[in-house]
């Protein structure tokens, strides 16, 4: 079976306290953290056992889980696995990264956010080039909020040509279409996130090769559907993956729609849909239009 497997323990701290941010975070305590590491450890020990199926493995704690060694710890040790196509983690780059030397580099992938106002814009780009210049796959992204525009500029205008940048609609944020046209001008995909997706009755391919896991092992769908398909450990779950459609009214969030099939998504992000980097060269025909230095790029996409 060739499955994706989005995996989310426990964990709910995080090293930064973002207003904009969605997710009710809390201070773990310590018997908190040392059951989110347990949980992790029986999923890495679940997953790294699954040598008859073909994995791709996405992290998307609520909290920051880089800072924690058992994040850092499985990552590394998954990405050595051959029947583990892919291992990625969505991340606010605050942790060091000379960890990465021991990781396969063909397999790990890091999602990353930029939060203006949480880290100085000096040293989460230093971070960026860093993994550059190490090979390491990874993505940059940002919230479109009016606030960060100009360091989303900047960002563009100084990462290298090939990381490819993405901006979030801000949650509860209307983009009129003169606004939606400066963001789009940074990310050409913006417009899948600009607005909801009507999803209700629409195949997607998660419940059949895309699965969320909780920390108890619990399967459902996706992280925004509460049914229960069955439990990872036990294996029930296996017999509840099937072809279905959407239940909800809407899918807001990149990690959800990503997996309809009305969208082309799967073509433009072809082999990084874990990390958000699309499969299109970079191209540089509209860097005037975004009011960005002649030494910038933006990634065109189809």
């Known amino acids: 079976m060739d499955l994706t497997v989005l995996y989310r323990g426990p964990l709910a701290s995080c090293d930064y306290d973002c207003p904009y941010c969605p997710f009710a975070k809390r201070r773990d305590s310590g018997e908190q953290l040392r059951a989110d590491r347990a949980a992790l450890e029986r999923f890495t020990h679940w997953a790294t056992a699954q040598t008859g199926d073909r994995l791709s493995l996405l992290f998307t704690p609520w909290g920051e889980g880089l800072v924690r060694s058992w994040y850092r710890r499985a990552l590394t ?28 580099l063909d397999t790990l992938a890091l999602w990353c956010t930029y939060h203006p106002g949480q880290t100085p814009y ?6 960026c080039h860093e993994l550059a210049r190490t090979g390491v796959r990874f993505s940059v992204g940002i919230v479109g909020l009016p606030e960060h525009l100009e360091a989303a500029r900047r960002l563009r205008a100084e990462l290298p040509d090939q990381v490819y940048l993405w901006v979030n609609a801000a949650e509860s944020h209307t983009y009129d279409d003169a606004e939606a046209e400066v ?14 997706h009507a999803s209700a009755g629409a195949p997607c391919r998660t419940g059949e090769s895309v699965i969320s896991v909780d920390g108890e092992g619990t399967v459902r769908r ?26 909800l009214t809407r899918c807001d969030c990149h990690i959800g729609y ?34 960005l230095p002649r030494s910038s790029a933006v990634i065109r996409c189809p």
Request: aromatic share 10%.
């Open 77 to 104: 040790e998954l990405s050595h696995r051959p029947h583990i196509r892919r291992v990625a983690i969505q991340t606010n780059l605050s942790c060091r990264t000379d960890w990465l030397a021991d990781a396969d």
């Open 122 to 127: 000096d040293r989460f780009s230093a971070k």
């Open 183 to 196: 963001w789009t001008a940074l990310d050409p995909l913006f417009g899948y996130s600009r607005r909801p």
């Open 222 to 247: 996706c992280h925004f559907v509460p049914e229960e398909l069955g439990n990872l450990y036990d294996g029930s779950y296996r017999a509840a993956l099937r072809p279905r459609a959407c239940p």
């Open 258 to 291: 990503v997996h309809l099939e009305t969208l082309p998504l799967y073509d433009v992000f072809a082999g990084g849909v874990l990390e958000r980097i699309p499969v299109s060269p970079v191209r540089r025909d509209f860097r005037d239009r975004a009011g």
